[in-house]
């Protein structure tokens, strides 16, 4: 019995899988930035930290971030950096809420470069919080007040 559990992993950690999550190291935390988050799961204790920069119109500009999380978890993150650079609060917004209907309905996944990689993550429930943090995390850093420093 222990056999189709083992297989159901296999397919969710895949090669891929670990490389995305490998890529966040292109995206360190700088506490320069003006637009900050943190967050937790409360399911899985994931945490991330997003620091986000945008243009005088909203459009984010950098990212950077530091994400304690499982692969699913720092995956996602990494393909939320990959592709942010000029979306808004609202182009995040509308992904996000596409994620959520995705996880929760039987939905297509949303339009973001590189987001299949994530398709097996849906049959493991345990696992949706942590892909939906580092996107909550950047709507709520891009909600917050820029610091004048």
Not at 87 to 109: F, Q
């Amino acid at each position: 019995m222990t056999q189709p559990e083992r297989g159901g992993a296999a397919k969710l950690y895949t090669p891929r899988l670990l490389a995305l999550s490998a890529g966040l190291a292109n995206y360190p935390l700088s506490v320069d930035l003006p637009h900050t988050s943190e967050m937790r799961a409360r399911t899985c204790g994931s945490t991330i930290t997003m620091a986000l920069d945008t243009d005088d119109a909203g459009a984010v500009t950098q990212v950077g971030m530091q994400v304690s999380a499982c692969a699913v978890g720092q995956s996602s993150a990494a393909i939320l950096a990959q592709s942010i650079s000029g979306k808004s609060h609202a182009d995040l917004d509308d992904v996000c809420t596409a994620i959520e209907r995705w996880l929760a309905e039987d939905t297509p996944p949303p339009h973001w470069h590189g987001f299949d990689a994530l398709i097996p993550a849906r049959a493991h429930a345990g696992r949706h919080e942590a892909l939906l943090l580092p996107w909550r995390a950047a709507l709520k850093a891009l909600s917050m007040v820029p610091s004048n420093g």
